[in-house]
DNA sequence: TTGTAAGCGTTATCAG
DNA sequence: CTGATAACGCTTACAA
């Protein structure tokens, strides 16, 4: 650890030093429970004037706690930075946790490569509990966590839903449900969307009840492009739908990232919204406000759920419960775009 | 760690299962040197039945190393997650770790409540080394990690450059001064500048290099306006900017991001970019080229400053070397705000 | 309130 | 190549 050659000091030289025992150190050190005021005096004393600090390591071994946390992303870098999802979870997250002393450890990496290196990480003990949180990507972080014993909750709900892993997640059919109605009662008849990738929970669910508004009316649920969540990837296929089905009039973007890149090609196209087409996102933090037009919106929780899983992982850690998943109720907003 | 009631399995249980000592099994875990094949055939088996993993507190508590490195933000995580400077950053320091065996854990948080807790952490022995990276905010955070003996780069150099800390950083006067030359060169005999806070590094130094070469030209220096590195304020210091000086013809802002913000500005006023005013930013990180009218900007290296932080931390963490601090030379990049 | 002593799970040294 | 054995630095019953 240390450049310098001497080593660190340790309790003992602690202990020495104010004339106390190591064990008397220690609870003084931990600003523990039964020391005198002069053992505590002579104690803080001591660490001061040879600049202890306890050896972590040797600590969680005999407790078995590190007291921090993971919040495990298993994304690459760019996606991290690009979708205000994350940031929104994460700093829900680290307001949820500013209470306790537990210190917020940020695992970011695609899966593959690294997800055996991050999995090794908390399976080896380096963090308490881990908190997962990606666009629901079935991978193998998610996966090797399930067989491991760390304490966990996902935020958004694996494509697994055998796993043995607790989850919290918003109502993603609802929400595809809400979108679909509400582009119908606007007066859609030829609704389309452009769904998130077909191998993510969240993806596969907002596209279902979305289908199942739309067919219930009888109308064709043929117009559908799947794309990453990407605005590049929604963008492309916006253009594919425009294509394929001039005819449309009401469109459904899984996210609100990809419905903005979906309006600009609306707008390249000279197709007016909401007057021609209607659009409805998917997501609600920040963004949705400020694109041109304001976009009509599902709710995404984050906020919530980041609180949530947080208080859930908490009494995991403590024993007491937070193993039963919750599934968030979603609503819609509405803006100008439809 | 566990939330099942059976302890995990520890190496003694691995080398009871194949017969051999505890030594031979450690050995044979770490796909050791001296190993037979039997005995290493016999402990792998024995891992994979019993399901045995290293402790990492156990481990590291003799070892003294933990195979992972910190990287510490010390910003609000709304400022991590909109300046394109922290992602880019973090691709570098990601992609430059690759090769290796460590895990990156991200440490993120402002100076302040948190820094005391982050700093704890890197002392504790949590992580082997740290690269500090932020818009070079005097904290608390980089005057701590001084006196403590932890390895650690600096991504943009301390405020405090009597601190022994090693840094890298670019030349922030000498961007300062090609923006000014550039400038003047166009014809701008009214310049102003939009500078970063006061108390950083940066801000401190783009705005020397750029008043030193306008004071060499014989024109005032007194158009200036501080501010964060946020956008908002970078709008509200340019509408001050143009309220007190509406003669200005020239402007150099401390940021890309900062320069966006101030030429929304100047368009919102009627004021024809570059025409009437002309507009140089730094750091040239992708939103320079995507901004209209493009972005002259001052090129901030910090992909090659992360993989050269990397290589230095790699360095120490191995005794040889990697303490000598480097400046980045740096260089403008003409597109069409001026 | 304090001290004694027994671990926590690994790695490393050093004879065999 | 293998196996005792001694650390590593700290916490925590248990006794005093």
Redesign the pocket.
């Known amino acids: 650890m240390t450049r310098t050659g001497s ?9 020495r030093l104010a ?12 600003g523990g ?4 005021p ?3 005096a002579a104690v803080e004393a001591a660490v001061r004037e040879i600049g ?4 972590q ?3 969680s ?4 706690r590190t007291d921090s946390i993971a919040v495990v992303i298993p994304e690459s870098d760019s996606t991290l930075f690009t979708d205000p999802f994350f940031a929104t979870v994460l700093h829900g997250v680290t307001t949820a946790l500013s209470s306790t002393d537990l210190q917020i450890v940020l695992l970011v990496g695609q899966p593959g490569e690294r997800a055996a290196r991050m999995v090794n990480y908390l399976r080896a003990g380096h963090a308490d509990g881990a908190i997962v949180v990606s666009h629901h990507r079935m991978d193998n972080v998610v996966e090797a966590l399930a067989e491991s014993a760390v304490p966990a909750v996902l935020i958004g709900r694996p494509w697994d839903a055998s796993l043995p892993l607790t989850w919290v997640d918003v109502d993603n059919a609802g929400g595809g449900r809400l979108a679909a109605e509400h582009l119908l009662a606007r007066g859609a008849r030829r609704p389309a969307t452009v769904a998130g990738p077909a191998d993510m929970a969240a993806g596969r669910d907002r596209l279902a009840g979305w289908a199942e508004v739309v067919a219930a009316a009888g109308l064709a649920t043929d117009a559908v492009e799947h794309t990453d969540w990407t605005a590049d990837a929604a963008a492309a296929a916006t253009g594919r739908l425009l294509d394929d089905h001039p005819d449309v009039d009401g469109l459904f973007v899984a996210s609100d990232l990809m419905a903005e890149a979906a309006m600009e090609v609306l707008r390249g196209r000279g197709i007016a919204v909401p007057d021609r087409v209607r659009v409805v996102g998917f997501d609600d933090m920040g963004l949705a406000a400020r694109t041109r037009p304001p976009l009509t919106t599902v709710v995404n929780p984050a906020p919530a759920m980041s609180r949530r899983a947080v208080e859930m992982l908490l009494a995991q850690l403590e024993g007491t419960g937070g193993t039963e998943s919750v599934q968030f109720p979603t609503a819609l907003v509405v803006r100008g775009s439809s």
Chains 1, 2 share one sequence.
Not at 52 to 55: F, G, L
């Open positions: 080593p660190a000091p340790t309790l003992v030289e602690v202990a004339g106390v025992s190591r064990a008397t150190a220690s609870r003084a050190v931990r429970e039964r020391v005198s002069e053992a505590r202890y600090r306890p050896n390591a040797a600590r071994l005999v407790t078995r």
